[in-house]
């Protein structure tokens, strides 16, 4: 168990596991905080990247300004060494330009190349520059031998871009093709004077933005770091990190089995899927390993050890209540009690870790659907039954440093067990960026400036 912040740093070869070494604070004393961060996520049968002598300028938005910048990469899901080169970063200003003033040279333990082991993560130095909030970064690096993403963030929502040969430092990168998804790119820290802080937002696909615009950052927790630049003063120098994953639970990894109706049938394009029915047909899930750890297992590696994270915010359980029995087999099925467990223990780590936690009530999904070759419906008034008893104890057991209703805000009031209409994109569980800026607007900000008593 991770009781402090802490990061990993690649040894001196970076081919060994990497070590856990404190860097809550910089030389100066200044302290460290995330910008921004991507959960991990393994890749989707049939949906493997693959990059050979080629450049990737991945393209993030910020939540927080800062006078010093590092960047973290990951290869925690590969199982060979991943050599990376001639990393910079970069202020983007429009599509793959970078503004050249601002282009920085990140380096690796004073190296222009680093080496992941499997399973590893890597931070690099820090490098002086002024990063704006709200703003788009750039991150590019050359990847000089063949190697499949096996780590990655599937819904980036965002256009970066990959060019042919070692173009890092292009101002304007020869683009060989666009992608939606962040390879190897798990975090961007920031350092400054004033003392930043983060907010770690841990959820499934509702907080990784499925069904708001791509390209226009409009996820609830985008909307949140908005907000809290605007209010000025502390609130300022809270950044908010999205570790949302589609698909993602609480309580259970990625389905490795899916429900007998679904064998021989393609589920939604949403998912990625297996473009091999024959999978399917054994039973084997289409999402292989790419919804994820839960978010019990990936606690220490997407929260505890990020520097800065002084609060969180759960956003999850629905994936537990609606899976069993539509995507997964009905012996998977949860209890709210069972959910309201998974929540208690990280209550108790985070607590310890001294990060205050919030938690969101689980908004409606009746009538939610699953487009394949055929209709999936999941809703049922069993999992309704069991949203309702653990919304009822978010509301009133008092056992978290807050709450925030994101039910009342979305639900319909002539029909509470479904999304308001304008708050739904269509397949009624997903919100519109309406929704999403509607769920961002009832978190209170004084949860993160008020004194705490």
Same mark, same amino acid.
């Given at each position: 168990?991770?009781?402090?912040?802490?990061?990993?740093?690649?040894?001196?070869?970076?081919?060994?596991?990497?070590?856990?070494?404190?860097?809550?604070?910089?030389?100066?004393?200044?302290?460290?905080?995330?910008?921004?961060?991507?959960?991990?996520?393994?890749?989707?049968?049939?949906?493997?990247?693959?990059?050979?002598?080629?450049?990737?300028?991945?393209?993030?938005?910020?939540?927080?300004?800062?006078?010093?910048?590092?960047?973290?990469?990951?290869?925690?899901?590969?199982?060979?060494?991943?050599?990376?080169?001639?990393?910079?970063?970069?202020?983007?200003?429009?599509?793959?330009?970078?503004?050249?003033?601002?282009?920085?040279?990140?380096?690796?333990?004073?190296?222009?190349?680093?080496?992941?082991?499997?399973?590893?993560?890597?931070?690099?130095?820090?490098?002086?520059?002024?990063?704006?909030?709200?703003?788009?970064?750039?991150?590019?690096?050359?990847?000089?031998?063949?190697?499949?993403?096996?780590?990655?963030?599937?819904?980036?929502?965002?256009?970066?871009?990959?060019?042919?040969?070692?173009?890092?430092?292009?101002?304007?990168?020869?683009?060989?093709?666009?992608?939606?998804?962040?390879?190897?790119?798990?975090?961007?820290?920031?350092?400054?004077?004033?003392?930043?802080?983060?907010?770690?937002?841990?959820?499934?696909?509702?907080?990784?933005?499925?069904?708001?615009?791509?390209?226009?950052?409009?996820?609830?927790?985008?909307?949140?770091? *908005? &907000?809290?630049?605007?209010?000025?003063?502390?609130?300022?120098? =809270?950044?908010? /990190?999205? #570790?949302? +994953?589609?698909? @993602?639970?609480?309580?259970?990894?990625?389905?490795?089995?899916?429900?007998?109706?679904?064998?021989?049938?393609?589920?939604?394009?949403?998912?990625?899927?297996?473009?091999?029915?024959?999978?399917?047909?054994?039973?084997?899930?289409?999402?292989?390993?790419?919804?994820?750890?839960?978010?019990? *297992? &990936?606690?220490?590696?997407?929260?505890?050890?990020?520097?800065? =994270?002084?609060? /969180?915010? #759960?956003? +999850?359980?629905? @994936?537990?209540?609606?899976?069993?029995?539509?995507?997964?087999?009905?012996?998977?099925?949860?209890?709210?009690?069972?959910?309201?467990?998974?929540?208690?223990?990280?209550?108790?780590?985070?607590?310890?870790?001294?990060?205050?936690?919030?938690?969101?009530?689980?908004?409606?999904?009746?009538?939610?659907?699953?487009?394949?070759?055929?209709?999936?419906?999941?809703?049922?008034?069993?999992?309704?039954?069991?949203?309702?008893?653990?919304?009822?104890?978010?509301?009133?057991?008092?056992?978290?440093?807050?709450?925030?209703?994101?039910?009342?805000?979305?639900?319909?009031?002539?029909?509470?067990?479904?999304?308001?209409?304008?708050?739904?994109?269509?397949?009624?569980?997903?919100?519109?960026?309406?929704?999403?800026?509607?769920?961002?607007?009832?978190?209170?900000?004084?949860?993160?400036?008020?004194?705490?008593?």
């Amino acid at each position: 168990m991770l009781f402090r912040p802490i990061r990993f740093f690649a040894t001196l070869t970076a081919l060994l596991p990497l070590s856990n070494v404190p860097t809550l604070f910089a030389g100066d004393g200044a302290r460290w905080a995330g910008t921004w961060a991507a959960a991990a996520q393994p890749f989707m049968p049939g949906t493997l990247e693959t990059y050979d002598q080629q450049t990737l300028r991945l393209i993030v938005h910020t939540s927080v300004a800062g006078s010093r910048v590092r960047v973290t990469l990951s290869n925690v899901y590969g199982e060979v060494p991943l050599s990376l080169a001639n990393a910079h970063v970069a202020i983007r200003t429009v599509g793959p330009t970078i503004d050249p003033s601002s282009d920085r040279v990140l380096r690796f333990q004073g190296q222009t190349t680093v080496t992941l082991a499997p399973h590893a993560e890597v931070t690099s130095d820090a490098v002086s520059l002024e990063v704006p909030a709200l703003s788009d970064l750039a991150v590019s690096f050359f990847v000089p031998h063949k190697v499949d993403a096996t780590t990655s963030h599937l819904l980036a929502l965002q256009t970066s871009y990959v060019a042919s040969g070692n173009f890092s430092s292009a101002v304007e990168l020869p683009v060989l093709k666009t992608i939606d998804t962040w390879p190897f790119l798990v975090g961007i820290e920031i350092s400054a004077q004033t003392q930043p802080s983060a907010i770690a937002v841990v959820g499934s696909s509702t907080t990784d933005g499925d069904g708001s615009t791509q390209d226009q950052n409009r996820r609830w927790p985008d909307v949140l770091a *908005k &907000r809290l630049q605007q209010a000025g003063g502390a609130a300022a120098h =809270i950044g908010v /990190l999205n #570790l949302g +994953i589609i698909g @993602n639970r609480l309580l259970q990894d990625s389905p490795q089995t899916i429900n007998p109706k679904l064998y021989g049938s393609k589920v939604s394009t949403y998912w990625r899927p297996h473009s091999d029915q024959g999978a399917a047909a054994s039973g084997e899930s289409p999402f292989g390993l790419g919804l994820g750890e839960s978010v019990l *297992k &990936r606690f220490d590696r997407d929260v505890l050890s990020r520097p800065g =994270i002084k609060y /969180l915010i #759960l956003c +999850i359980g629905v @994936n537990d209540i609606v899976f069993p029995g539509s995507f997964t087999p009905p012996d998977e099925a949860v209890t709210a009690r069972s959910v309201i467990q998974g929540h208690r223990q990280l209550i108790a780590r985070a607590h310890k870790a001294g990060i205050r936690v919030f938690v969101t009530t689980i908004a409606p999904f009746e009538n939610a659907i699953y487009q394949s070759d055929k209709t999936l419906v999941i809703y049922t008034p069993a999992k309704e039954a069991i949203r309702q008893e653990v919304n009822h104890w978010i509301r009133t057991s008092k056992e978290f440093d807050g709450m925030i209703d994101f039910d009342v805000v979305l639900r319909d009031p002539a029909r509470p067990t479904r999304l308001l209409e304008r708050f739904d994109s269509g397949d009624h569980v997903h919100s519109t960026d309406a929704g999403y800026a509607a769920a961002a607007d009832a978190v209170p900000l004084t949860l993160f400036t008020a004194p705490q008593r």
